[in-house]
């Protein structure tokens, strides 16, 4: 008799049970969640990767070149970042023409960058009314107009002090 009650029990049909369209969910929504993961890092590529990284490479070395051209001028500057704005101050012993340019690089987010120039202030000081007041972590390039040397820091804002600017 319990064997005829099992067997009457167990009488519909599998599609019309639980288990097995738990056990179908699962990788369906694996497949689902991983076609969405492609789309996403489509969409939203990250800047950080570099497609050629020889051209990326000779780039670097370029860069060097005006660090060192830097060092052999012996340019010593240093700045300072208070609200919307930028003062470079160089040494006594600084020669330069003109305006300086002033890059700012946000470490992750590439929408963040940008640049301006720094007009002369008085005999060593360079100005520049920044677009927006900056926080957080940033480097920044300095570089005269013509982009023949290059000075960097790395600047934490708002800064209290100044920041001395470094061709290393």
Known sequence: ??????????????YKQLW??????????????AVHTIV???QHSPD???DDYYKAGRAINMQLAKYREAA????????????N????RFAENTVLDGAVHLDFYHP???ERD?????QRSGELLYVADLPVTPTGKWQLVVSDASKDWKLRATLELPATAEVKLGYH
């Open 1 to 14: 008799m319990q064997v005829e009650v099992l067997m009457q029990q167990d009488t519909k049909p599998w």
């Open 20 to 33: 097995p369209w738990v056990l179908i969910a699962i990788p369906v929504i694996t497949a689902l969640k």
């Open 40 to 42: 996403v890092m489509q």
């Open 48 to 50: 950080l990767v570099v």
């Open 72 to 83: 052999l001028r012996n340019l010593d500057a240093h700045v300072l970042v208070a609200g």
């Open 85 to 88: 704005r930028a003062v470079v």
């Open 108 to 110: 992750t987010l590439a």
């Open 114 to 118: 940008f640049a301006l120039d720094a």
